[in-house]
């Protein structure tokens, strides 16, 4: 079962305590960092081009996330990929904006087509953007996606990378397998970052993960679970985001056991 | 009645959710994110040059903080402005420590004579240097101020801007109509950036309302009626900012029919 | 009694409200800015080599922190040491993840070999790099060291400046004189820029104090102290990190006198 799967990786993850290298933007360096802490990694927030090398590749894991991107970060993002790609260490982006700009769009596309991306995890415009299935992107919201679990499944296959759309369910697929994540709360949708703090977590789980499809869709379940469990405490998103860090951090592997809500796509009607 | 007006202005703007793209400083820029989307808005942060034009061609409003400029971020700054001045898109900016540096307020003194801003926003130091009333500022700090009401209107007439000094009571002016906001707490002044997140209010106004004067108020006023609530939950200055954040959240149109308190200047004794 | 002196010195603080000019990293802007003005201190962050020399000339203490550096913010720190070093301002240096890269730790050696820095404050494996003692550093966490009192003896006579190395108990020491501070809480291991919140505060009490080495000492006594108050409050890291700046703002210059726990290092087995 897939819950025990995602209670043992969880156990790994806590006992390992991955190096998590971040490429991130300025808006949740902070947030990232401290989730990264509270779910049991230890993050690292480094983009000098003189330093990426050195610090990539002592890393378990690479989160590269385009929110406040520009030239020399891009090309620090770069390095960093390429030297987790020749260290094979797993990388996750986040292409954050992808769609609003011709900038974020094309430095997404050249990170999927040019190097090896193990999980590509962004909203449903952003995904269906980079699918080329006609979503729409205002500023860093998803606007309109046609059908996310179509876009998921073709930025899969065409990327050869397993994706995740992030939204009221979480949908993962690897092309062939496609996984729905029930977890979570709609509070999640009210703070800035929730989305950069997923891909973090799952750069956490990733980094301990043989199996990438089913560390990804562990990793979001386990963010959900806990925001479940912070809602009960929310008096509005401020208290929830405090109430959320502490039940990331609360969270134990035997949580997951029992709370952690994945399917499988043929399971569900669509 | 204003309230009303102040009221109606709050409900479009949780209605229209507009696009507000920030170039603002790293310090605040995960809390201006933050208070963009309690209040309605839809922020988005850029300040790559590649991006900037489409960018902000697409926002409803821009917001410029100078609080960690550098020389690549002020042209981005002014491509911004000059961008959102062809596509007659509200611009406010927030001239953090005009006066502590000379790069800050040549900065700032470019922008106001060289393009349309919409808005002014800063404390009483800041902004009666830049109207040339001798105010001082330390560091981001405003230090003394001959008169805030005089500095307002005379800003306001020089660069023929609405012009707001936030402080124990706000003035806002077009150097003919002057309000002034008596909403607020004093807790606000134990936290960074809360100046930053009123210039973040106002921009989510103004971007909705077609009296600038009266939107820069009614920001000013629904701000600081959730700082009032928010002082309520206070044990100090970080459980205040939550409080604050998640007020800012619950705060309601209704809610400003009986809290703001914007009274016009002949009105009061000075 | 140090008790007394730590207790006068917070009250000069209180009363002076030196002026603090950060260059940080992005991390923890927020966080630094925020516990700078609750401990009663005026922060201002500002990087651009522009005015660099106006802002740290009218500071009263310079705090350096490395967390997120590159060669451009490299050339801003280094101008606003110089600056600092010819008005006699004080500076503190956060050598932050210096052992992990090169860039990292030939910067710190730099500064602490061509400048005069007052106040060397990192974790056992930065210190214990710097020093030559044998420590290892992965990603910004120290992850050995062989004695951390060694360490610090030997930077603080290699380099000439009092060193602090923070941890379960921080050690300070000129060289000469050795103090252990026994405030604290684990609580504060758990979130990121728990280190660099103490070099801000460090900052604020050596802008006011003449006896930098019990400056110091007093300064990371006060943080660990309001640790101690905000533990009882924790639900989780994140309502830890909010009671913490709520403390550390609510704490009273007498609170130190009953509440410091410093031992001068002779007193103590080890």
């Not at 000098?48 to 590269?64: C, G, H, K, Q, R």
């Amino acid at each position: 079962m897939i819950n025990q799967k995602c209670a043992e990786l969880f156990r790994k993850l806590r006992q390992q305590r991955p190096l998590l290298h971040h490429i991130t933007n300025y808006v949740v360096m902070n947030d990232n960092a401290n989730i990264a802490l509270h779910i049991g990694a230890s993050p690292v927030m480094a983009h000098a081009y003189d330093e990426i090398t050195e610090m990539t590749a002592i890393a378990s894991a690479l989160v590269v996330n385009i929110g406040t991107l520009d030239r020399k970060w891009i090309k620090s993002m770069e390095l960093a990929i390429r030297t987790a790609n020749e260290h094979n260490i797993p990388v996750v982006l986040d292409p954050v904006g992808a769609g609003a700009t011709s900038l974020r769009t094309d430095t997404a596309l050249h990170f999927l087509t040019e190097y090896r991306i193990d999980v590509l995890k962004g909203n449903a415009g952003e995904i269906s953007v980079l699918a080329g299935t006609g979503g729409q992107v205002k500023g860093v919201d998803s606007v309109s996606a046609n059908d996310p679990v179509q876009a998921v499944k073709i930025a899969a296959g065409k990327f050869g990378v397993i994706t995740a759309v992030t939204g009221k369910e979480d949908i993962v697929s690897d092309g062939q397998r496609t996984l729905v994540v029930k977890n979570g709360h709609e509070w999640l949708s009210t703070i800035t970052g929730s989305g950069c703090n997923a891909s973090t977590i799952v750069g956490a789980f990733v980094a301990v993960g043989d199996d990438k499809l089913e560390a990804t869709a562990c990793a979001l379940a386990a963010y959900g679970l806990a925001a479940e469990k912070a809602a009960e405490q929310a008096q509005g998103p401020a208290s929830f985001k405090v109430a959320l860090f502490d039940q990331v951090y609360n969270l134990q592997p035997e949580d997951l056991i029992n709370g952690v809500r994945i399917e499988t796509l043929s399971q569900i009607t669509h």
